[in-house]
Structures are given as structure tokens and as C-alpha cells.
């Protein structure tokens, strides 16, 4: 039988211990790497394995026992069948009892024995299999990031959570574009709070609160974004981040992130991490497909796989003439499949005039709304559970 594991440690020897340990298990592989033991690591872990429902989670104690014990019981709540095993320096009888308590089926000692290793490897390949795919209670999150500046990586994320709120979903729409800030210009909402109060509430912030001062667009979903004003960047972090996302993924059904185009940036890569899918919007266009492929090979390096990251090929025209990218062209420069291909439509920019989504007026461009909802259909696994209210 095949064995999946995930780690997560802070260590990066220690993760590299796992890895050529696992090179002696046939039949192994590694899943997914953490680099760090995050308070967000449940939400992460639970992404990982609704896609690998069998996987092992072997959790690093040793940076901070006692704070990495409280991660991994929401580890174990939020997944209670997930086998783990912990491990740390010591196994003194206490802090063995402690994993257990904590949610740990086993335990295994650093520096990691080869044979030790082995032997945790079978007992892991005894214990029972919950195989069916787990249904994560949690709440999705898409993140939409552009290749270039203009791609239309607003005008999807927006429509997205519209569709979404259409199909009564419990969904927010968050705003991580700090210069553009163009969600709430897209849905005609002038909103009087930001991300800055949201982080300045956190400690005590409750869906009551939160929906008290957020914006709610006429569709159902709640958006909050920067502060508007250029010179008032404030102090929204990755940190915040982490917290805040634990509330809405506990909270709401779906999140919508517009993310910009800063790939790289702290705060988008805290969004990314937590990402049920993250859609890399793309043209027809040479630059575009350029920097899809650079933005492709740092997600790879960052540890993100090809399930999670996914092309959208926005303003798609398959007649397109030489100047632009074919669909075999840009699948071939990026050695993964295009997701979906959104068409192009003069609607789009009316509708962006009329400062509502496009998907409110379906009648307007027919085969723009079919494509875009089967789009939606295809990303989410999202039912058609309640017929649709345009
Ligand atoms: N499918 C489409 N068809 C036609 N025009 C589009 C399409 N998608 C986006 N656009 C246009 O592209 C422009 C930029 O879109 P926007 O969502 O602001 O991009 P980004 O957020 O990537 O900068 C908008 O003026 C919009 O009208
Ligand atoms: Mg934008």
C-alpha cells in the first residue's frame, strides 16, 4: 500500500531528514512540506488532505512544545481521523503523554533513526483508513493573482464571489490589492471601513462585529479591502492575516481574494497558503504567459503542486492571429493544462461602467454568463444547490 505523509517543522533539517527517510519506504511520498508550525497549519493540512484523504502528518514539536502541541490538538480537531505522528528531541514520558493527549497516534525521536523511521512507516501502514474523502467543514478559499497588471483578475475574483452569493453561498470578498483596490469601484460599494479596522478588532472580533462594519454588496457577500487612500497604506500583515483567515474559513462557506499581482508579496503568499485553489489569470498575450510561467516555477519552489494552482486564460479567443499565444502554445510553455478559458466580451466593460457584475445581468452577453458559471462549476465542485437568483 502506498504511503502519503505530510511534515511540518521549522526545521529544515529535520524536513530533510524526512525526505531521504521516506526515500527508503517504497511505495512513499511526501505530500506537502510546512516550513513552519503556524497556528493557520489545520487550515493548511485540511486542503492537503480533502485532495490526499490518506495522508500521514508528522509535526515537529521541538521549536516550541508547548505552544506546537496547542496547533496540533486544532490539528486533530479539525481533522480527527488524520494519523499523526509526533516528534521531538526527548521522548521523556510526559511529553509523550502530552502528544497523546494532544492527538498524536505516535511519536518518534530526534535525530531521526533510520530504523526507528521504518517501523513508525508500518505501523502508520496498519492503522486504519479513512479513505473516503473527507469533507472539510471549513470554508473555501480562491485567490486570484495576475500575470500583468490589466489581465482581468478583478473582474474574475469579483464576479466569482457574485456567482457564488447568487447560489447562497455565505461568501466575502476580500480586497488584497493595496494601490488598485478596484473590488469595491467593480461592485459600486464606498465603504467605510477597511482591512485597517478589521486588523485593529481582531482580538475581539466575532461575525458580529465583522458584519456590523463590513460592506455587504446587494448579492449576499461581504467585501473588505485598503483603506482607499494612497498615502494611508496602514498596517494590515501576513500575521493579521492568518488570524483573520481562521475567522472567515471557520465562519463563512467561501472566501474571494483578489490579490493583485504581487506574487511574491508577504500578505498574498500568507493568502495563497491557505488557498483551496489559487487562479493564475492570464491573456493570449507574450508577457502575460512569460510571467505566468516565472510565477508558476516560484510556486513550485515555494512548495504549492499543480492541483493547487490553476490557469485561468481570461479574454480568450481561439481565432486569435499571431500576435497572440495559442491555447497549445501557452500549454506548452507552461507544461500544465489551462483550466478554463474565459471569453472575451464588450459586456465585461459595461458592466464595469455600471459598477455591478456582469453575472447580474445574464441576459446582456449570454455566452459570456454560461462560460463564466460552468467556469465557477468547474472550480469549486460548487452545486447548483438553490436555483439561481440573478
Ligand atoms: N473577458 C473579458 N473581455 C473583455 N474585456 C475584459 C475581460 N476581462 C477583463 N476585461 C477588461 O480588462 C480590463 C482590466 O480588468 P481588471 O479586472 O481591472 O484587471 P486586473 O485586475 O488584472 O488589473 C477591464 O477594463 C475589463 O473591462
Ligand atoms: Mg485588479
Excluded at 494612497?230 to 488570524?243: A, C, V
Excluded at 472567515?248 to 491557505?274: C, F, H, P, T
Aim: include cysteine; aromatic fraction near 8%; glycine fraction near 6%.
Amino acid at each position: 500500500m502506498a504511503i502519503s505523509i505530510l511534515v511540518a517543522s521549522s526545521d529544515e533539517h529535520f524536513r530533510e531528514s524526512v525526505r531521504e527517510n521516506l526515500l527508503n519506504v517504497p511505495n512513499s511520498r511526501l505530500v506537502a512540506e510546512y516550513p513552519e508550525v503556524a497556528s493557520n497549519l489545520y487550515i493548511r493540512v485540511l486542503q492537503d488532505i480533502e485532495r490526499n484523504p490518506d495522508c500521514g502528518l508528522i509535526l515537529d514539536l521541538a521549536s516550541d512544545p508547548t505552544e506546537n502541541l496547542r496547533i496540533m490538538e486544532k490539528v486533530k480537531q479539525a481533522a480527527p481521523h488524520l494519523y499523526i505522528i509526533a516528534s521531538n528531541y526527548s521522548a521523556e514520558g510526559e511529553l509523550v503523554i502530552d502528544s497523546l493527549r494532544a492527538g498524536a497516534n505516535d511519536f518518534i525521536t530526534q535525530p531521526v533513526r533510520r530504523l526507528d523511521f521504518r517501523d513508525a512507516m508500518a505501523r502508520f501502514e496498519r492503522a486504519p483508513k479513512h479513505t473516503t474523502a473527507m469533507q472539510s467543514r471549513l470554508g473555501k478559499v480562491y485567490t486570484f493573482i495576475g500575470t500583468k497588471g490589466g489581465v482581468g483578475t478583478t473582474t474574475l475574483a469579483v464576479n466569482f464571489a457574485s456567482v457564488l452569493a447568487q447560489r447562497k453561498h455565505n461568501a466575502v470578498m476580500l480586497d488584497l490589492d493595496w494601490v488598485a483596490n478596484d473590488v469595491c469601484m467593480q461592485i459600486g460599494a464606498q465603504p467605510q471601513y477597511t482591512l485597517l479596522e478589521v486588523g485593529e478588532n481582531l482580538g475581539r472580533l466575532d461575525q458580529q462585529l465583522f458584519e456590523g462594519f463590513v460592506t455587504r454588496d446587494p448579492l449576499g457577500f461581504f467585501v473588505v479591502g485598503p483603506p482607499d487612500s494612497l498615502e494611508n497604506h496602514g498596517y494590515f500583515t501576513e500575521p493579521m492575516f492568518r488570524d483573520f483567515g481562521n475567522f472567515l474559513v471557520e465562519k463563512y462557506d467561501s472566501v474571494v481574494i483578489d490579490a493583485g499581482r504581487r506574487v511574491s508579496d508577504e500578505l498574498v503568499m500568507g493568502a495563497m497558503q491557505v488557498s483551496t485553489t489559487v487562479f493564475l489569470v492570464l491573456t493570449q498575450e507574450f508577457g502575460a504567459v512569460r510571467n505566468a510561467q516565472r510565477y508558476l516555477a516560484y510556486l513550485m519552489r515555494m512548495g504549492f503542486n499543480q492541483d493547487q494552482v490553476k490557469l485561468v486564460l481570461n479574454r480568450y479567443d481561439k481565432n486569435a492571429g499571431s500576435d497572440l499565444a495559442s491555447l497549445d502554445q501557452i500549454q506548452q510553455t507552461l507544461n500544465q493544462k489551462v483550466f478554463y478559458g474565459i471569453p472575451r466580451s464588450p459586456e465585461v466593460l459595461r458592466a464595469i461602467n455600471r459598477a455591478r457584475p456582469f453575472v447580474v445581468n445574464r441576459e446582456a452577453a449570454p455566452d459570456l454568463d454560461k462560460a463564466f458559471r460552468a467556469f465557477v462549476d468547474k472550480a469549486g465542485g460548487v452545486k447548483k444547490q438553490l436555483a439561481e437568483s440573478a
